[in-house]
């Protein structure tokens, strides 16, 4: 079976998700409510992981709507997209970095997704490649670009070599990157389309490329997943992961430590752990307090060794990329600009009190 017709098997609504998980009338009732409001995708494969005797599974917690309802507390653009967008589809927040949309779909729609404004939807605000040639040339100090959307990897691998062929001829970019979670969900696309890593080792005799992915339980690190993560490795691709810190997923210092070790033992190397960000559905399901988020964090990472604590517990905030550093001696939280939309903030330290149960900083 190809990755397209596995694709088009997806559950993409309560009547299917119910022919394979157990749910009450209830439940069933208030998942199709919440799928209505926010499209629901989830692949067969990924689905397969989940314990259907377990209601807490964390795995169930990312991909399925909540059986509680969830509230409408929250943003729907919790980082400035909207006014970082300077061409449609392409992102210039950060001087050296310019963000891509170049797919609006993914092989499953994680419940605490940022994008959700768009991902899934009917609206299309992907990018043209003429666009983003065209804005580079303009902009010599930017270095580098992320493919992103929705999953870049869920396009047709020709799809792909349009956005990667021309970028790999720019001089100006020292590397691409590509975000997909499909390592984790979605593996088949990898391992059953050879021309995919092809295309990637091609690409990358020319230009270095990373895969920036997002494993955020070890239950997910399966059999299929390593296979896909070696045919990208094996083709010189460096895979990096990020994770976010979710309440009922891996918000408790042994899961979180697993992870990490697990992350690293794969080769792969962690780019962040992200505090969840205050996006509609999210903040009470998925958001941990910032300060109960740091000793978790501090926590897992006492476990690691050197490898594995090259991580930033980070808020991607309106502002800027933030790292969350810890409590000084006086109770206050100690924070710094990693990434800051004013380069002149790169760099600065800021203490703020903060209540037991703050989450985002406002």
């Known amino acids: 079976m190809t990755w397209q017709e596995e ?10 998700l119910r022919e394979v998980l157990p749910m009450t009338d209830e439940e069933y009732r208030l998942i199709h409510e919440e799928a209505e409001r926010f499209p629901m995708a989830i692949s067969r494969y990924y689905c ?3 314990d259907p005797a377990d209601p807490d599974d964390p795995i169930r917690r990312m991909a399925v ?4 309802g ?5 943003l729907l653009d919790t980082s400035g997209e909207h006014s970082n967008t ?6 210039h927040k950060y001087r050296q970095t310019t963000l891509v949309l170049v ?3 993914c092989a499953m729609y994680c419940r605490y997704c940022f994008r959700r404004r768009f991902v899934g939807m ?11 040639i065209g804005y580079l040339h303009e902009h010599p100090e930017i270095t580098n670009c992320l493919l992103s959307g929705g999953d870049a990897f869920l396009q047709d691998t020709k799809k792909l070599e349009s956005w990667l062929e021309p970028l790999s001829r720019e001089p100006q970019l020292d590397f691409i990157r590509l975000g997909t979670r499909t390592p984790v969900t979605f593996p088949i696309r990898i391992t059953s389309d050879p021309s995919l890593p092809e295309l990637l080792g091609r690409i990358g005799e020319k230009k270095q490329l990373y895969v920036v992915t997002h494993f955020n339980h070890p239950k997910e690190f399966t059999d299929e997943a390593y296979k896909a993560l070696r045919m990208l490795q094996e083709k010189r691709v460096v895979i990096k992961n990020q994770t976010v810190l979710l ?3 891996n918000a408790d210092p042994d899961t979180l430590a697993e992870l990490l070790r697990k992350v690293t033992a794969a080769g792969i190397v962690q780019h962040y752990i992200f505090q969840c960000r205050p996006v509609v559905g999210a903040t009470n399901y998925f958001q941990v307090p910032i300060i109960e988020g740091s000793r978790i964090v501090n926590a897992a990472n006492a476990m690691q060794n050197g490898l594995g604590k090259c991580a930033d517990y980070t808020m991607s905030h309106v502002t800027g990329k933030i790292r969350i550093l810890g409590q000084t001696d006086n109770g206050e939280m100690l924070f710094q600009y990693k990434q800051a939309k004013d380069p002149s903030r790169i760099g600065q330290f800021f203490t703020k009190r903060l209540s037991p149960d703050e989450k985002w900083l406002n």
């Open 7 to 16: 694709f088009k098997r997806n559950i993409t609504s309560a009547e299917a």
């Open 48 to 50: 397969s992981l989940i």
């Open 65 to 68: 709507p909540s059986s509680t």
């Open 70 to 74: 969830s509230s409408l507390e929250g």
């Open 86 to 91: 300077i061409l449609p589809g392409i992102q």
């Open 103 to 105: 797919a609006t779909q």
């Open 122 to 132: 009917d609206e299309d605000p992907t990018a043209k490649v003429q666009d983003l």
């Open 247 to 249: 309440k009922g997923v």
